[in-house]
């Protein structure tokens, strides 16, 4: 089967052929049709996930995926060959299987039955950002008429968390630029707020001087970075990437959640249902095929993207 791997420790990412897996106890073997790419997928090809989690040679890249089940492993009873899936590659050690392949192991767990009328582009494209951003909407708990700024709102993670926040009545401050305005807006923004001109906080503060009642950001990695000083007190902060710390914002009367995403077979089908009833719209950016693949990945990690980079495996 022709993959996008990592050969090495070191090495950079290649397509080359490897050899078809076989699916084990609780595993499923996928024919994929199209990969979504996510940051992540980025900071494994460059490495950079090897400080936190063991990896194995080969490495296939990729984590979400949509297709068709080749195989089932023993213990697998819910899905059989030929039904049309889609699925996360679950984050566990050694990291070594991906999507970014014809064909792909996932977890039974983490593969939903892909319904009718949902393309494999689309479905490609949800489960770990559609994850991410249901995780951090429930971590900040968000009321009617409450003001929820998202931080990064224009990727993929943001622009589903802009549109859970604006279906339960939120108003939705989205941090962008000029040329994001639109989309971002269609997608249920009240107001898109430009950080190239000017501090983004200095911007927030003039408009809510009482402050606004929670954040969600997905681009701090530290807590010095998050805009804690936009927030009333007791104001709610959700973190992606790990910035919130309990003490720092226990003693700014603030408290926080550094969420984390589990694109589990509840979780799919929940995205799922939303996608088909219009709810929630998939934000593709731009499909690539499998050849393309690595350029795709380039773009993401130069964060040149608006919305999803989804990868065109097979029909």
Same mark, same amino acid.
């Given at each position: 089967?022709?993959?996008?791997?990592?050969?090495?420790?070191?090495?950079?990412?290649?397509?080359?052929?490897?050899?078809?897996?076989?699916?084990?106890?609780?595993?499923?073997?996928?024919?994929?049709?199209?990969?979504?790419?996510?940051?992540?997928?980025?900071?494994?090809?460059?490495?950079?996930?090897?400080?936190?989690?063991?990896?194995?040679?080969?490495?296939?890249?990729?984590?979400?995926?949509?297709?068709?089940?080749?195989?089932?492993?023993?213990?697998?009873?819910?899905?059989?060959?030929?039904?049309?899936?889609?699925?996360?590659?679950?984050?566990?050690?050694?990291?070594?299987?991906?999507?970014?392949?014809?064909?792909?192991?996932?977890?039974?767990? *983490?593969? !939903?039955?892909?319904?009718?009328?949902? +393309?494999?582009?689309? #479905? =490609?494209? &949800?489960?770990?950002?559609?994850?991410? %951003?249901?995780?951090?909407?429930?971590?900040?708990?968000?009321?009617?008429?409450?003001?929820?700024?998202?931080?990064?709102?224009?990727?993929?993670?943001?622009?589903?968390?802009?549109?859970?926040?604006?279906?339960?009545?939120?108003?939705?401050?989205?941090?962008?630029?000029?040329?994001?305005?639109?989309?971002?807006?269609?997608?249920?923004?009240?107001?898109?707020?430009?950080?190239?001109?000017?501090?983004?906080?200095?911007?927030?503060?003039?408009?809510?001087?009482?402050?606004?009642?929670?954040?969600?950001?997905?681009?701090?990695?530290?807590?010095?970075?998050?805009?804690?000083?936009?927030?009333?007190?007791?104001?709610?902060? *959700?973190? !992606?990437?790990?910035?919130?710390?309990? +003490?720092?914002?226990? #003693? =700014?009367? &603030?408290?926080?959640?550094?969420?984390? %995403?589990?694109?589990?077979?509840?979780?799919?089908?929940?995205?799922?249902?939303?996608?088909?009833?219009?709810?929630?719209?998939?934000?593709?950016?731009?499909?690539?095929?499998?050849?393309?693949?690595?350029?795709?990945?380039?773009?993401?990690?130069?964060?040149?993207?608006?919305?999803?980079?989804?990868?065109?495996?097979?029909?």
């Amino acid at each position: 089967m022709r993959a996008l791997h990592v050969p090495a420790a070191g090495e950079q990412p290649r397509l080359a052929e490897l050899p078809v897996p076989a699916p084990g106890e609780g595993q499923v073997l996928v024919r994929v049709q199209a990969a979504g790419l996510n940051a992540i997928d980025t900071s494994i090809a460059s490495g950079t996930m090897a400080q936190m989690m063991p990896h194995a040679y080969p490495l296939i890249l990729g984590r979400d995926a949509a297709g068709v089940v080749e195989a089932v492993g023993a213990g697998v009873d819910d899905l059989t060959p030929g039904q049309e899936v889609f699925g996360h590659v679950l984050l566990a050690p050694p990291i070594q299987a991906g999507t970014l392949a014809d064909d792909a192991l996932l977890s039974a767990a *983490a593969v !939903s039955p892909r319904p009718a009328g949902l +393309d494999v582009v689309t #479905a =490609a494209a &949800l489960p770990l950002a559609g994850a991410a %951003a249901s995780a951090a909407v429930d971590a900040v708990k968000p009321q009617p008429r409450e003001t929820v700024l998202v931080v990064g709102a224009s990727g993929g993670v943001g622009s589903f968390a802009v549109q859970m926040l604006a279906s339960r009545g939120v108003t939705v401050l989205a941090t962008g630029t000029a040329a994001d305005t639109e989309r971002l807006t269609g997608l249920g923004a009240a107001t898109v707020i430009d950080y190239t001109p000017a501090s983004v906080v200095d911007q927030i503060r003039a408009a809510y001087p009482d402050g606004i009642d929670a954040v969600i950001d997905l681009v701090a990695r530290g807590t010095d970075q998050l805009p804690l000083s936009v927030l009333r007190s007791g104001g709610r902060v *959700a973190s !992606s990437l790990g910035a919130v710390d309990d +003490d720092a914002l226990g #003693a =700014a009367g &603030l408290t926080g959640t550094n969420i984390k %995403a589990r694109p589990t077979r509840e979780v799919l089908s929940a995205l799922a249902e939303q996608a088909l009833a219009g709810t929630l719209t998939v934000d593709i950016d731009t499909v690539v095929p499998l050849e393309q693949a690595a350029d795709g990945l380039n773009t993401l990690a130069n964060r040149h993207t608006s919305g999803k980079i989804v990868v065109k495996v097979s029909d």
